[in-house]
Structures are given as C-alpha cells and as structure tokens.
C-alpha cells in the first residue's frame, strides 16, 4: 500500500554515504564484472514512448517543461531532455497498441555499429530483420537488429525477457547523419518546469535478479544502491542514473518468460521540492490520484520506507501520469535510488 504523503517533512541536508548499516552483507557485494560484451555503457540517453495523438502530448510536454523538438523524422518526434543530446521520442501507437514506455537507449563509449553487433553475438544474440516498431520485444527475444531511420542506422537488440535496448553514440539526438546527431532545435515555450537529465527506468520483468545479473555482467555494471534486501539498482555511468530490474522468478502460462514492463521513467531537476511540484502540477490541470487508482493527468507521492532504503519517515517520490496515462518520475538531480530525504545516500 502506498504509504501516505506528509507536506509537513521537510529536506534536510544529505551526503553521498552509504545507507546500508542494516544491510552489511549486502554492502561486501561485489560491484564490478567483467564486461562480457566489451560494451562500455556511458548514460541513459533516450526511451520512447507510443502515444495516442502525438501532437497533443508533444503540447502537453512543452507546456509542462518546455522541452523543445531537437528532430523529427517519420512521424517520429524527439523531445529533448534538458541540454541535451538525452532526449524522449513520441510516436502514434499503431495496431492495435496500448500508450507506452516502449524501449530505453543507452549510449556507448566509441560506439560502432558494426563492432557493436559482432560484440553481442558474441553474447548470445542472433542478428534478425528488423521487425515492426511496434512489435512487443519478448516476440524476438535475445535479438538484435539495424532499423534504418533517415539515413542513419539505428541498432537495437531484445533481451531473453523482451526488453527492447538501443544502442548509440554518445552524440546522438535523434536527428539526421549517419551517427544520428544532427538535431535541428525548434524554439519551444518557456514551460512551467526545467527538466535536467534522465534520471532511471524500473522494469518489471519475470526474473529480476537474473536481469540485474546479466546488465551487471555482460555490460560491466555495478550495484548503486539496494531498495531493500533482495533489490539492487543497477547504475549506468555517473552513479546517479540506473535501471531498476524487479520481480520474481515466476513464468507465465507454459512455462514462458512474462514480457518486460517498462513501468516507468523517471526525469531530475535543479532545486526540487515536492510542495512546489505538486502545486505545479495541480495549477496546470492534474488531478491529486483518489481512492480508485491511476489514471490519465493525475499525480501523486509514495514514501519509501527504511525497510526499502529510503530516509525515516519516507523518501519522496514524486510521479506523474500524461494524456495517456504513461507513468513518469520527477526527483532531484542528486537523486540516486538510495536513501536519506532526496534519495541521495549511495554506494561511494
């Protein structure tokens, strides 16, 4: 149950310490792994998601936080997050798709497309055609694919649990060039917020220990923070941004891996507070989430506990649902995953 919001705490000064006193078994866990693909993953750089009307949630995310379009391209619009290049892509759901979070992008140290696949073959993937954007992932699992965008070949790959990844340089934008970087920022109102960076994504998927396991090894990953004992966050690059891999071991019927979910996406912003954000987000017509669940345009706080890493008395955090109802995150930019107030208290 969603503990309840309490606008009366608040923030007090955090450091960047590690909060796992009553986690010391967990705090020995080794952080490093061989990088078993010989990709070296930089940030968390783009996701997509699939909208039912795009021009009406690229005006919904413009007037919120004034992301300007940095490119267009097919029906395809990227939305930047901050200064860039990190950025969100919109497009129209199509057969018979429900609005979602539909892949998450990483970008690669050096990357070359070529070096990239040869790199995950050598992992277990198998090179396929690729399939249709709107192809759920686990239909085409452990597969990677080249989809030709413009002029620039964008590489993505499935995991075993369906979770669709790309993979790109750390220029690119969504735009035009053969890397992808040539963006063509459009002049965007001023918005009532300032997004930063992409700050995390959580997945649920069958088996998220498995999943941790396999980014931390084949990728070289490490360990960020625990939200409780048997949930580690996986940091991507400045120990700040991360993937969250959650659920347990079960299948679905037959014995077949559950499809992956991504469930949300979390942005980071300068000089959050939570009182300010939530007035902000009522005054431009989201309503305060009630008793009957989540739907479109609403809002609200969950506090995690202790007993899931967080401060005493609850971490914050902070969520947000779109036009159509896409599950999304504002927190600090000093936000980690860990504990204390803002969610700052990490692994050194």
Same mark, same amino acid.
């Given at each position: 149950?969603?503990?309840?919001?309490?606008?009366?705490?608040?923030?007090?000064?955090?450091?960047?310490? &590690?909060?796992?006193?009553?986690?010391?078994?967990?705090?020995?866990?080794?952080?490093?792994?061989?990088?078993?693909?010989?990709?070296?993953?930089?940030? !968390?750089?783009?996701?997509?998601?699939?909208?039912?009307?795009?021009?009406?949630?690229?005006? #919904?995310? %413009?007037?919120? #936080?004034?992301?300007?379009?940095?490119?267009?391209?097919?029906?395809?619009?990227? !939305?930047?997050?901050?200064?860039?290049?990190?950025?969100?892509?919109? @497009?129209?759901?199509?057969?018979?798709?429900?609005?979602?979070?539909?892949?998450? *992008?990483?970008?690669?140290?050096?990357?070359?497309?070529?070096?990239?696949?040869?790199?995950?073959?050598?992992? *277990?993937?198998?090179?396929?055609?690729?399939?249709?954007?709107?192809?759920?992932?686990?239909?085409?699992?452990?597969?990677?694919?080249?989809?030709?965008?413009?002029?620039?070949?964008?590489?993505?790959?499935?995991?075993?649990?369906?979770?669709?990844?790309?993979?790109?340089?750390?220029?690119?934008?969504?735009?035009?060039?053969?890397?992808?970087?040539?963006?063509?920022?459009?002049?965007?109102?001023?918005?009532?917020?300032?997004?930063?960076?992409?700050?995390?994504? $959580?997945?649920?998927?069958?088996?998220? /220990?498995?999943?941790?396991?396999?980014?931390?090894?084949?990728?070289?990953?490490?360990? %960020?923070?625990?939200?409780?004992?048997?949930?580690?966050?996986?940091?991507?690059?400045?120990?700040?941004?991360?993937?969250?891999?959650?659920?347990?071991?079960? @299948?679905?019927?037959?014995?077949?891996?559950?499809?992956?979910?991504?469930?949300? *996406?979390?942005?980071?912003?300068?000089?959050?507070?939570?009182?300010?954000? !939530? /007035?902000?987000?009522?005054?431009?017509?989201?309503?305060?989430?009630?008793?009957?669940?989540?739907?479109? &345009?609403?809002?609200?706080?969950?506090?995690?506990?202790?007993?899931?890493?967080?401060?005493?008395?609850? $971490?914050?955090?902070?969520?947000?649902?779109?036009?159509?109802?896409?599950? !999304?995150?504002?927190?600090?930019?000093?936000?980690?995953?860990?504990?204390?107030?803002?969610?700052?208290?990490?692994?050194?």
């Amino acid at each position: 149950m969603t503990a309840t919001y309490r606008p009366a705490f608040r923030p007090f000064q955090t450091t960047r310490r &590690l909060f796992t006193a009553s986690l010391p078994a967990l705090a020995m866990a080794p952080r490093a792994f061989a990088q078993a693909a010989g990709i070296r993953l930089r940030k !968390l750089n783009s996701f997509g998601i699939s909208v039912a009307d795009v021009d009406a949630s690229v005006a #919904f995310y %413009q007037g919120l #936080f004034g992301m300007p379009v940095q490119a267009r391209s097919g029906g395809r619009v990227c !939305l930047r997050v901050g200064d860039g290049p990190q950025f969100m892509a919109l @497009r129209a759901i199509e057969n018979g798709e429900t609005p979602a979070i539909t892949h998450l *992008g990483y970008s690669v140290e050096g990357f070359d497309a070529a070096q990239s696949l040869e790199a995950l073959a050598g992992v *277990g993937f198998a090179r396929i055609e690729a399939p249709p954007v709107s192809a759920p992932g686990i239909e085409h699992p452990m597969s990677m694919w080249l989809r030709r965008h413009g002029d620039t070949d964008e590489l993505f790959f499935a995991d075993e649990r369906g979770l669709v990844v790309q993979l790109s340089g750390e220029a690119y934008c969504g735009g035009a060039g053969a890397d992808g970087s040539d963006c063509r920022v459009e002049a965007a109102p001023d918005g009532l917020m300032r997004l930063h960076d992409l700050n995390h994504f $959580t997945v649920f998927v069958s088996d998220g /220990a498995a999943a941790n396991r396999f980014y931390q090894e084949t990728f070289g990953l490490s360990v %960020q923070t625990y939200q409780g004992p048997q949930s580690p966050v996986t940091g991507i690059g400045d120990g700040y941004q991360f993937v969250m891999y959650a659920g347990g071991g079960g @299948r679905g019927r037959g014995g077949a891996a559950t499809p992956a979910n991504i469930h949300h *996406g979390c942005f980071n912003m300068h000089d959050f507070d939570v009182d300010r954000v !939530l /007035a902000m987000l009522t005054g431009y017509g989201l309503a305060a989430r009630g008793e009957g669940g989540t739907g479109p &345009l609403m809002h609200y706080v969950s506090l995690r506990m202790p007993a899931r890493g967080g401060a005493e008395g609850g $971490t914050p955090e902070l969520y947000f649902t779109d036009p159509d109802g896409i599950l !999304l995150q504002l927190q600090d930019t000093s936000y980690c995953g860990g504990g204390g107030y803002l969610g700052s208290e990490c692994l050194a």
